[in-house]
């Protein structure tokens, strides 16, 4: 499941955030999964994010690593991509490329910032546990790829060892507090 889609005629890439009523401005047979080109439906509760999903009897047939992406992952992915450049400066003129096929390493970044000068910057929202074995080897991955990497670890992914690993090893990790970040969102809306 996913935030983005292709216009099969355009192949222009589709953000379901952009619209209001997914399911009143895009026609479905429009859409198609911008990884594998398979058929796509919307899921759009009342309550729940809008997102894209393959039929469930037939997924993705692209055999990249991505993560599993619960609500949350879903909502931290679209606000890191919409607001990350109102707060930081540098990324003012980044262009964010949300669920981006990195083809060298055969992953999907959650985000990837393009800047005009051509460097990429993955952003990746680890919520799920992992280790720091596997930060190090998907962090690897993205760089022998030429693309860097910025992590931010929320729920369990969240632990001292990860954060001091990052720190000691990449200088830098950022933290998500989902109830603390869903409030202050929801409090805006
Ligand atoms: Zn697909």
Same mark, same amino acid.
């Given at each position: 499941?996913?935030?983005v889609a292709? =216009?099969?005629?355009? =192949?222009?890439? $589709?953000? !379901?955030f952009?619209?209001? =009523?997914p ?12 990884? *594998?080109? %398979?058929?796509l !439906?919307i899921k759009? %509760?009342l309550v729940?994010?809008?997102?894209f999903?393959?039929? #469930?009897n037939s997924p *993705?047939? *692209?055999d990249?690593?991505?993560h #599993?992406?619960?609500e949350?992952?879903?909502f931290?992915?679209?606000?890191? &991509?919409?607001?990350l450049?109102?707060e ?7 262009? #964010?490329? /949300?669920e981006? #096929? ?5 992953? $999907? &970044?959650?985000i990837v910032?393009?800047?005009?000068? %051509?460097?990429l $910057? &993955?952003?990746?929202i680890q /919520? ?8 190090e080897?998907?962090t690897n991955?993205y760089?022998? &790829? %030429?693309v860097?990497v910025i992590?931010w ?15 000691k =090893? ?10 603390? $970040?869903h409030?202050i *969102?929801t409090?805006?809306?």
């Amino acid at each position: 499941m996913g935030l983005v889609a292709k =216009n099969k005629h355009t =192949n222009e890439l $589709v953000y !379901i955030f952009d619209y209001k =009523n997914p399911r009143s401005e895009l026609k479905k047979d429009d859409l198609l999964c911008h990884l *594998c080109g %398979g058929e796509l !439906i919307i899921k759009a %509760g009342l309550v729940r994010i809008k997102h894209f999903s393959h039929k #469930p009897n037939s997924p *993705c047939s *692209c055999d990249y690593e991505r993560h #599993p992406e619960s609500e949350e992952h879903l909502f931290f992915k679209r606000l890191i &991509a919409t607001q990350l450049s109102s707060e930081f400066e540098e990324y003012l003129n980044a262009k #964010p490329l /949300l669920e981006y #096929p990195v083809h060298e390493v055969h992953r $999907v &970044a959650d985000i990837v910032f393009a800047f005009p000068s %051509g460097w990429l $910057v &993955a952003h990746e929202i680890q /919520l799920s546990s992992i280790t720091t074995e596997q930060l190090e080897r998907r962090t690897n991955d993205y760089r022998n &790829a %030429g693309v860097d990497v910025i992590w931010w670890l929320g729920k369990s992914a969240d632990t001292e060892t990860n954060r001091q690993w990052l720190y000691k =090893n990449y200088g830098e990790c950022y933290t998500l507090d989902w109830d603390e $970040v869903h409030k202050i *969102c929801t409090e805006n809306d």
